[in-house]
């Protein structure tokens, strides 16, 4: 690591260890072309699961399950009546997914406890590590619905109900890898929170950064839309004559997308799915299926965003004489991360003389819901190309270990003001 | 029939009969919707040969059947050593076809039979009927490959092993029907062809007209175009790093609409099929593959609408950075039917009072092959809103009747050419 001002603490993790505990835990659900598949509440799930607590254990640290299998390590501090310093992320995986997404975030807060145990250094506060079940959602939808029970947000019955696509449910799962905890939804508690996480997206990679200073997440809508013209023969009907409903949606989407290139860079427009149910090679298409993702990291500008949306929809609607059938089936609002956690994060990059700045996260974390009940905050490091939800997703040896020494700063600084 | 002018004959078809005919034939393979599903060289199939057979022989025809199952009904002429005048279609449908579609033009043809055979009148030459095998290609691609082969455009062993979804071929199904004849390929011969159709199209029925007098096929290409860019996640990647495979797709789609709109109303470009590979509400598309359609009547003006297509697609693909891969499946060149053919549907329509213009067909039909070996050409009457290969097709008594009336004169007067 780079040398500290003498206003910081000088601890300093250990890149090799980090890195070593990243390649091990990889090794449990490793897929063909080198990434990770360990789907929430597997066997693999459940040998991470017992990795993660034996790491745990062998530093000292207690670790106890809740009800919905969420692990809390907890490392004692010379405080033990105030309440701890929380950091961690996820061990569960996309059935195809990378080594680092979620598990950077749960080994370098073990690598932040390794480190403290090494120096035999007790902080004010105890510290508590969280591995959360099921963020990614791909077994049990929702996504972060586990850190959404411990916030309030979903039922303890709601989470038990969920079923994966072959009818087993959360409950069931739970109970066969043996994590179903005595820790009441909700419990341990805890002062605050920190969570490191790749960038899953291009940004600090392409401006040549090191930390990812994380401010708060975008708002975000979701739309389906359904396009109802005439199928036609392709060779039979004049264009004139026609109410194709490929074309509406693909006005749509070009003016669109152009609209928000031209107007507003920072706002994000994704077409995702776009099906047409009866198509024929030689039909011009009748319906057409669309789905829309709209993100800003302002409300004001999100609002701006979904007007044009709505203009568009209905000048390509009329262009082509196509009927349209809307529905906003999601509304995520904008959230605003704890100012007090992210000046901690941003002094922690600069003191080390990292490239960083502050950004809103695009994507969603287990850190979203949590921040509605505690003060929190993210930390990013940059990922190859951007790639994630893949098995070729990236981070050096390097760029996880100066993630781990911002957490390992941050962590230290809190639990060590009473 | 309006009143014929003294120079025609005044041989005038039963509209009655006409229309029982369809609706009995109608009865066979009838779907929920009051369309028709008769698969070529199913049990159904079988059915609809034999009532035609029986039809036919009922008024004193001879059928032979050819080795790939097409029907020729003859009947005797004065002088049975000159060439017959062919005229028929294909009494197969698609699988929820419609009752009108090849149907008409075979059971008009009967309908000019039993005219003739009702008022005792023998023609200078032999007349035929023909039933094409499998003109629709739904169960065996391609479409009109018995008149391809009998045209020789196809060979006799490429109809043979030609196999449905379950595996079967067409000699089997040919076989399994009891419909191989004896008759050689090309045989039966024949000295002109007439095809009487549905429009297909909302042209006749827009413009209030009675009769098409078609004058030839448009030109057709089919390409098939894959977009190359990268799937990003939708929230973590902003706009301009993005190369989305949708977005270039959907340029395309609406700008070559728009041009052909513009510059040329005849020209007909259609985007049938759309696909995502692996598409995912929240991913930016990495790859879309898609098929153009592109048609015109005059060969001049569909290689300006081809020259159009390839720079739109290079201007899609450089606005949104996305590779492009396309190919040319299939160019059906401009056809162009016999002119005295074609001069006597019109003097015919003329006649009658019917209105009438001339056009080219969208689609392609039997008489598209038959056109390369015999001057060949067709008569379309008018559908309801332009639908077909529906359940819903439709054409009055009245507007089949005059389809009926248009061959049935045609047919007298070449017969009569000596």
Redesign the interface.
């Known amino acids: 690591m780079t040398t500290m001002t003498a206003t910081q603490a000088t601890l300093e993790i250990d890149q090799s260890r980090l890195w070593d505990a990243l390649m091990v835990m990889a090794e449990i659900g490793k897929t063909e072309r080198g990434g990770s598949g360990r789907l929430t509440l597997t066997e693999l799930d459940k040998q991470a699961r017992q990795l993660f607590i034996r790491w745990c254990e062998e530093i000292g640290c207690t670790v106890t399950v809740d009800r919905i299998g969420n692990l809390f390590a907890r490392r004692e501090g010379k405080r033990p009546d105030l309440e701890p310093i929380a950091f961690g992320s996820h061990l569960d995986t996309q059935p195809k997914g990378g080594r680092f997404d979620g598990v950077l975030g749960v080994l370098a807060g073990l690598e932040v406890l390794r480190t403290l145990h090494e120096h035999d250094i007790v902080t004010e506060r105890p510290l508590l590590l969280v591995n959360w079940t099921n963020e990614e959602g791909s077994r049990f939808a929702p996504a972060m619905v586990a850190s959404g029970v411990y916030a309030g947000e979903f039922t303890h019955d709601y989470i038990l109900s969920r079923t994966d696509r072959d009818g087993v449910t959360f409950a069931e799962a739970l109970r066969k890898i043996g994590f179903e905890g005595d820790a009441a939804i909700g419990e341990p508690s805890f002062a605050r929170f920190f969570e490191l996480h790749i960038?899953?997206?291009?940004?600090l990679e392409?401006e040549a950064l090191d930390i990812g200073v994380v401010t708060g997440v975008?708002g975000?809508r979701?739309y389906d839309i359904t396009f109802t013209g005439q199928a036609?023969?392709?060779?039979?009907?004049?264009?004139?004559?026609r109410n194709?409903a490929?074309?509406a949606?693909?006005?749509l989407?070009?003016?669109l997308?152009q609209h928000?290139?031209t107007h507003d860079?920072?706002?994000?427009?994704?077409?995702?799915?776009?099906t047409?149910p009866s198509?024929?090679?030689?039909?011009?298409?009748g319906e057409v299926r669309l789905?829309v993702?709209l993100?800003h990291t302002s409300t004001e500008k999100l609002d701006a965003l979904e007007i044009a949306y709505f203009d568009k929809l209905a000048e390509a609607g009329e262009t082509y004489g196509v009927m349209i059938d809307q529905t906003c089936i999601w509304d995520s609002p904008v959230v605003a991360f704890n100012d007090d956690n992210i000046a901690s994060v941003e002094a922690s990059a600069k003191a080390h003389g990292f490239g960083y700045k502050k950004m809103m996260?695009?994507?969603?974390h287990d850190a979203v819901y949590i921040s509605k009940i505690k003060p929190t905050s993210m930390i990013f490091v940059p990922c190859l190309k951007?790639i994630?939800?893949n098995e070729a997703e990236y981070s050096s040896p390097e760029q996880c270990a100066k993630g781990a020494q911002v957490l390992c700063d941050v962590v230290v600084e809190h639990a060590n003001r009473v």
């Not at 960038?199 to 940004?203: C, H, I, L």
């Not at 996260?361 to 969603?364: E, N, T, V």
């Open positions: 960038e899953q997206g291009p940004v392409e975008q975000m979701w036609v023969h392709a060779g039979t009907t004049p264009l004139s004559y194709d490929l074309c949606a693909s006005r989407i070009d003016s997308t928000a290139l860079p920072d706002a994000k427009v994704t077409f995702g799915e776009l047409i198509s024929s090679r030689n039909v011009a298409p789905t993702d993100r996260s695009g994507a969603g951007g994630s939800h």
